[in-house]
């Protein structure tokens, strides 16, 4: 028997400072034995995997691509060679297997990769939408402007952008976004209909996609979505598509625009996976225009993703690894916040926070606000 050999802390980080110098490598291999289907067939062989040539076979790439992919996969982690000791330089691939016919077989993380769902639409927002404007990342944190949104064209935020970008971008990108508020939204409806609000302002509505389902849960609500014109565009098409423009209205505006104020007279308001497009100061003036628009009765609920909030390191990279989207793409001066930085813009804009629920859907957290004025007493 083999004895371990000993921690090598120094050959550790020399392996994960590799593992950063090659990740964009790392990344495309991984995305490519995705997608041409070199994952799905290792899946199928099972443990006992297949050889190079067989891979080519079942997927149709050279004996060359195959063989590279796989190789490279080795030290990726997506594949392994199965009956050996997990030290390839012994030769091993396979007991019994001839040099050059080695097999390799699906590791666990090939596994995920190839069929976790959130793992492969944040594979497709990384590489359709972020992947060649991350180039310039040193410029958008030089010039609090995102640089990279100049892949696709020129637009001062990616918002404007959103209706004019390529059919892929733009299906990558909103199955990003969807994957994470439709894992919320159901969880979310049925606390802030508790008090059966008949009015809400769904602020930053984009598609439309809560407003259609506020009306679903409750027959008697009416909806007014704030949010650019290209956005209510998109919205308009869906709400129509559900019967429901009688009870969903669309008003534009730019959020960036503080001189512009909010309409009044809601019940609720509601703010999904919004605040994160904002800078702190620009959060600060958007809360301070939402108190304004807030009768004493009038309910604010904030749903958003905390990385401080988070069960897990898993919910935590993937946060932090959006963040830089935003700083490089989106609008050069956001990022995913933590709950105690959105709390503290919550409460210099005149707000309290007096009901806060965390782990919603994927990683949301729900924070219920009223006006600070309002004395708690004083509330039906
Ligand atoms: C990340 S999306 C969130 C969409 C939706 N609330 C959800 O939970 O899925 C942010 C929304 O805010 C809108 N938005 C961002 N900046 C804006 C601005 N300056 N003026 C108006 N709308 C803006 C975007 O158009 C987009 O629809």
Redesign the pocket.
Known sequence: MKNDPAPNPTLDAMLAAQRIAFAPVMFQVARVMRNRGVLRALQRAGKGGRTAAEVAQDTGLSAYAAKTLLEASLSFGLVELPGGNGDRREGQGGRGAREGEERYAITRVGLVVENDRMTRINMDFIHDVCYEGMRFLDEAIEGGKPAGLRVFGDWP?V?EA?PELPPKVRESWFAF??LY?DSAFPKALPIVFERRPKTLLDI???TG??AIQCCTHDPDVRVTIL??PG?LEDARVNVEQHGLLGRVMGTP????DHGQAFPTGFDAIWM???LV?FSEADITQILRRARAAMGEETELWILDTFWDRQENEVAVHCLHGSSLYFTCLANGNSRMYSAADIKRCIEEAGLTVDAEIDHLGLAHTLLRCRRRDVPAGKRA
């Open positions: 935020t918002y959103l976004d969807h508020s930053g509505g984009n996609r809560w949010d650019l956005q505006i730019d959020f960036l999904s996976q919004f497009c």
